[in-house]
């Protein structure tokens, strides 16, 4: 087997011995909540202290889910790597209404093509993926993230995890705080 040709960069902030992981659907508000937090999570908790992973959990209920985990990804195969797929989190949780469906069925996005959704997330995050989102065995990364949620029984998002354990007391409403009482 010849090795890729592309390296996707792994979504992890801070270098610490702590691992907080956080299970995140693309286009889920209470995802959207727990991201927004997160940066100043790692800033309060120390990233020398704690590595911050972000795991995507693709949900069928939300349509265009697997497109944009896959542009998610895509980005993190680019120049700029986790940052870059960084500005396509926070630019699809900023404009849910652009990307997601009205009570998960309906409205104007039944009329979009994924091409048309590709060029969205690029208008909005400032990264050109189209390219890139042709990878043939990007899937491999795609599998790897719904794997590892599967094998540690998350189902729904966000999900937290701590140094491997669920923390199911946890959710994106909590306070930084509360967040990082869970650190050893």
Not at 117 to 144: C, H, Y
């Amino acid at each position: 087997m010849t090795a890729p040709s592309w390296t996707a960069d792994p979504l992890v902030w801070g270098q610490g011995p702590q691992r907080f992981e956080v299970f995140l659907e693309p286009t889920c508000p209470f995802s959207g909540r727990a991201l927004g937090k997160l940066w100043e999570f790692l800033d309060l908790a120390d990233p020398e202290r704690v590595s911050v992973l972000i795991r995507l959990q693709s949900q069928p209920w939300h349509m265009f889910s697997g497109l944009i985990t896959r542009a998610i990804l895509v980005a993190s195969t680019t120049a700029d790597g986790k940052e870059a797929a960084r500005r396509v989190m926070e630019a699809i949780y900023a404009n849910r209404k652009v990307f997601e469906f009205d009570d998960h069925a309906t409205g104007p996005n039944r009329d979009a093509t994924p091409d048309e959704i590709l060029r969205r997330i690029t208008n909005e995050s400032g990264v050109a993926m189209e390219d890139a989102f042709d990878i043939p065995d990007l899937d491999r990364e795609i599998k790897w993230h719904c794997k590892y949620a599967h094998q540690n029984g998350i189902h729904v998002s966000p999900t937290f995890m701590v140094n491997g354990l669920i923390a199911a007391d946890l959710g994106g409403g909590d306070s930084l705080a509360a967040w990082a009482a869970k650190l050893d």
